[in-house]
């Protein structure tokens, strides 16, 4: 049971990296920027600080008190929803890498398609570019 959570708690933190965030230190510190690293014990990294002069940071994670997500995440399950519409049974979730498979060669993220070619990349692309339209109204 102790490693389900522990998965599930991975995945969910992963969702946070690439996001804007903020986060408050145990000393009532709070540091505004783009989450670029973060481990087991919650040793962060900073990139994008909205403090002037700062270009990067790690804080350590027992000062960590906690960690607001200040944008929202990538939907990686209503587009997979929507592109197994079309290639049933072919497509993957991988959340622990950010990126959608489909028919084991077509890898999409949350930026596009990034590896893959022909005409079941060109439908994914049009699938993933209609996803992010409707998503951005």
């Given at each position: 049971?102790?490693?389900?959570i ?12 690439g996001?804007?965030v903020s ?16 481990d087991e ?6 990139d994008n600080?909205?403090a002037?002069?700062?270009?990067k ?8 008190k906690?960690i607001?997500l ?8 209503a587009l ?8 049933p049974?072919?497509?993957k979730v991988?959340?622990d ?26 439908r994914?692309?049009?699938?993933y570019?209609?996803f992010?339209r409707e998503?951005?109204k």
């Open positions: 049971m102790a490693a389900v522990t998965r599930k708690f991975g995945e969910e933190t992963l969702q946070f990296l996001k804007k986060i408050e230190t145990s000393d009532q510190k709070v540091y505004n920027g783009t989450l670029t690293g973060i014990k919650l040793d962060v990294i900073l600080l909205d002037r002069g700062v270009l940071v790690i804080l350590n994670g027992s000062f960590v906690e607001k200040m944008e929202k995440p990538f939907d990686f399950k997979s929803d929507r592109l197994a519409r079309v290639f049974g072919l497509v991988r959340e890498v950010g990126a959608i498979i489909v028919m084991d060669k077509i890898k999409v993220t949350q930026a596009g398609i990034e590896e893959g070619v022909g005409l079941a990349a060109d994914v692309k049009a699938i570019d209609e992010m998503t951005k």
